[in-house]
């Protein structure tokens, strides 16, 4: 029989799977909070996975991703460990917000600290006893700011392992993106850890189209990892993404209300009206043109806007543009539009 799991303290057995409620530092009311942690632990030995969310307390998509995934019959069959921990930012949850009570972000504040701000321990707590004990990593977020997002991988394909994984993901579009300094990918990968970073939908709402693609996103990774057998449905089923070389936001040129006129994963031209932005006293109303040609992969949906505000992100690519378009199209109608 293989050895148990441990996790923080904890012993699971092989072929067992737990919650374990792990301690984080109380609430001002002294009242005790958690980070929960399910430990899905195999009968045969294979990577040791991690699936975060909620890193932003605003960001709900992946807290039903996780649920979803915890409930697929699938793992029954798992080797290896899974290690899934729906809610990370417990505090920013409770208060429907994207930070934590000190102000801070935790995503640019690991690897942490013992000693520093409350996110800084948080951050602290999710490396020593989560991230420390895997090889591998997904962490699963939203667009902020009003902001949707198109479902993307976002990943340092420069590294064999993570670009593999990347492309088995199944979302149609991966960017090629440098680790942020305190973010969890870049600690995780300063740990020779590979760690995929999961974008799609709006915070506080949730979409399905993302969820459905985040579900089995995560599942084709892990038979990627050789964690899941492989179905018949599975096989072959992954398309090849396509990478964008660059991405950059389409400014508002000015203040006003905003109203797009395209979709998430509209096929653009240099030069083509993307949106407007209106007066909001005088009744005229200004067009949007794109600077390049690319795929929409990002939407404000707050119509308020001021001079400079980032209302549309245009990624770019080396691929025929119109193959993109083809291929993004598909993807929406096997996991139904974003929009």
Not at 17 to 35: A, K, V
Not at 78 to 88: E, H, N, Q, S, Y
Not at 120 to 146: M, N, P
Not at 147 to 174: C, H, K, S, W, Y
Request: proline letters at 5%; hydrophobic letters at 40%; charged letters at 25%.
């Amino acid at each position: 029989m293989r050895d148990p799991f441990i996790l923080a303290g904890n012993e699971i057995a092989a072929g067992d799977r737990r919650l374990i409620n792990l301690p984080m530092p109380d609430l001002s009311s002294q009242t005790g909070i958690y980070m929960p942690v399910h430990v899905l632990h195999g009968k045969r030995s294979g990577p040791v996975l991690f699936v975060s969310a909620a890193i932003h307390g605003d960001e709900l998509n992946g807290i039903e991703i996780i649920r979803q995934v915890l409930a697929s019959r699938t793992l029954s069959r798992i080797k290896g460990t899974l290690i899934a921990v729906p809610v990370v930012n417990a505090y920013g949850l409770i208060h429907v917000s994207r930070y934590l009570p000190d102000r801070r972000d935790l995503n640019r504040v690991f690897p942490g600290s013992d000693n520093g701000s409350l996110a800084a321990r948080l951050a602290k707590l999710f490396i020593q006893e989560i991230v420390s004990v895997c090889t591998h990593g997904i962490d699963l977020h939203t667009g902020s700011g009003h902001r949707t997002n198109l479902p993307q991988i976002r990943a340092d394909l420069d590294d064999p392992e993570t670009e593999r994984l990347a492309r088995q993901f199944g979302v149609p579009v991966m960017l090629n993106s440098s680790v942020r300094d305190g973010s969890l990918r870049g600690s995780a990968s300063e740990m020779g850890i590979p760690t995929l970073l999961y974008e799609a939908g709006e915070a506080l709402r949730y979409n399905d189209m993302a969820i459905r693609a985040g579900v089995s996103g995560i599942l084709n990774v892990m038979r990627a990892l050789d964690m899941l057998p492989a179905t018949r449905a599975s096989r072959g089923k992954v398309k090849d993404p396509f990478v964008a070389r660059s991405s950059r936001w389409i400014r508002a040129p000015e203040s006003g209300m905003f109203r797009a006129d395209v979709g998430l994963g509209a096929q653009v031209s240099k030069g083509d009206i993307v949106g407007h932005i209106a007066s909001a006293s005088e009744g005229t109303r200004h067009e949007i043109r794109s600077l390049h040609d690319g795929v929409i992969i990002g939407r404000m949906e707050l119509p308020v806007v001021h001079e400079g505000d980032a209302v549309l992100h245009l990624a770019r690519f080396k691929d025929d543009i119109d193959e993109v378009g083809s291929h993004v199209e598909m993807f929406q109608q096997d996991h139904g539009s974003v929009d």
